[in-house]
């Protein structure tokens, strides 16, 4: 009832609200249980060559460290607009930043998935990179 009246958030309010301890791990439990989209790449193939060119992450990610369930089919359907302009943002990042950590590469994916538009699509996204970050 919270998805079809107000989106990923509500759930995640509900979730939270109702199994407070153990919130993370039950919104996981939860997305991965409703969740009926493709499952998404945080590391395209192009980002994947942007990172094993890069000065300071070459090597230290696979292209299946990161892989997220889209909420539903919409949301992630092969190489959409929205997916190639992500990829774009994040290979630009990585050339403008040659000297980047893992840390500050992390914190700048967790600031795209964070977006209204990625945490529509990827509910679990997020969280799946805020465990790795800390």
Known sequence: EALEAGGAEAVEQFVRNTVTDQADEALGFVWDSISTGQ????????????????????GLFERNDFIVKALDEISHRGYQT????????????????????????????????????????????????EKVAK
């Open 39 to 58: 499952r998404h790449h945080v590391f395209s193939d192009k980002i994947m060559r942007a990172l094993n060119a890069h000065e300071t992450l070459k």
């Open 82 to 129: 929205w997916h190639r302009a992500y990829d774009t943002d994040v290979v630009k990042w990585l050339l403008d930043n040659q000297w980047a950590s893992a840390e500050e590469f992390l914190e700048m994916l967790k600031e795209m998935y964070s977006s209204e538009d990625m945490l529509q699509r990827f509910p679990n996204a997020l969280r799946a990179l």
